[in-house]
């Protein structure tokens, strides 16, 4: 009786896969081709840093010292290439006119190369929303107080004339009459006005008169009034950041650690009461766009 010859096995050896796979790569190798890219993209991607949203902190009256180091941060942001995109968190109540003219300026040139966005946390008020319209996009925090357009001065001291002194004008001893300092804050006035309606554009939606007079919004408010563009956190802010610079998987980086800077020396800015306490008032007299909080007006 002849044997019967086993039933061949369903499964394939391995040489006979291999033959199998290696005629199927023959005929179209794509697949492998497609495989090979992809891993080393990934090779690739472990030595590629990833973009930044750097962030820069004022939570301080803006005079010299803090719109310096707020300067260096923007330039670093502005020369570094792995920084895509800004975020300024602030809370301020405003500062000097200089000091917050020349971050205005720097914040300016950033944003030709690198998109900023302002959020303000708890005030942003006077020079603080000064700088706030110099950004791309504004977030607030919904109890945040916002606007407060305007400036404040004070009045030089009438001109005396001393016995001992010579001076070869009457006013070479106090710089201006007093009517000069009118005309100062007039211009300096139209020249917030015209930062507000440059960087608010379309959006806003109070008349020159009436943004003019001086008043703070809560956030929600703010948002109604075309002040700023979203009410949200932080978080959300940095979120837009990077979607202005149209990147992602991004990470955070605090600006001041990262370019190496020193700890910002503070200066007295405001003035204090005989038992210690600080006003809201600045030290020396002059122009600022500050805000001055109705609880502190009573104390000049």
């Known amino acids: 009786m002849a044997k019967r010859r086993p039933a061949a096995s369903s499964r394939s050896s391995p040489a006979l896969s291999f033959r199998r796979g290696e005629q199927a790569l023959r005929r179209d190798p794509y697949p492998l081709i497609l495989l090979l890219v992809f891993a080393l993209g ?6 590629i840093p990833r973009p930044i949203v750097g962030v820069i902190t004022l939570n301080d009256a803006i005079y010299w010292s803090t719109a310096q180091d707020v300067i260096e941060q923007i330039r670093y942001a502005r020369d570094d290439p792995r920084v895509r995109a800004v975020v300024l968190l602030i809370d301020s109540p405003g500062g000097t006119v200089t000091d917050t003219e020349a971050v205005y300026l720097e914040l300016a040139r950033l944003r030709q190369v690198k998109p900023v966005v302002a959020m303000i946390q708890g ?3 006077s020079g603080a929303y000064y700088l706030s ?3 791309d996009y504004i977030v607030s925090g919904p109890n945040a107080q916002v606007g407060n357009v305007g400036v404040i001065a004070q009045l030089p001291p009438v001109p005396v004339i001393y016995e001992d002194v010579i001076s070869t004008g009457p ?3 106090w710089g201006s009459p007093r ?3 009118f005309r100062e804050i007039e ?3 139209q020249g917030f006005y015209d930062a507000v ?3 608010r554009g379309e959006a806003l939606k109070l008349s020159r008169d009436f943004l003019l007079r001086g008043q703070i919004w809560q956030g929600t408010e703010a948002l109604r009034l075309g002040l ?3 009410i949200g956190s932080q978080d959300r802010a940095i979120q837009r950041a990077a979607e202005w610079a149209h990147i992602s998987n991004f990470e955070v980086a605090n600006l001041r650690a990262l370019a190496g800077l020193p700890e910002v020396v503070v200066y007295p800015f405001f003035m204090a009461t005989e038992d210690g306490r600080q006003t809201a008032y600045p030290i020396e007299p002059g122009t600022y766009l500050l805000y001055i909080p109705p609880g502190e007006r009573a104390t000049p």
């Open 42 to 47: 990934v090779i690739l991607s472990w030595g």
């Open 123 to 125: 005030l942003g008020a």
């Open 133 to 135: 319209v110099g950004s």
């Open 171 to 173: 006013y070479k001893l």
């Open 179 to 181: 009517d000069t300092v």
């Open 187 to 189: 211009a300096i006035k």
């Open 197 to 199: 309606r440059l960087g």
């Open 228 to 230: 700023v563009d979203e």
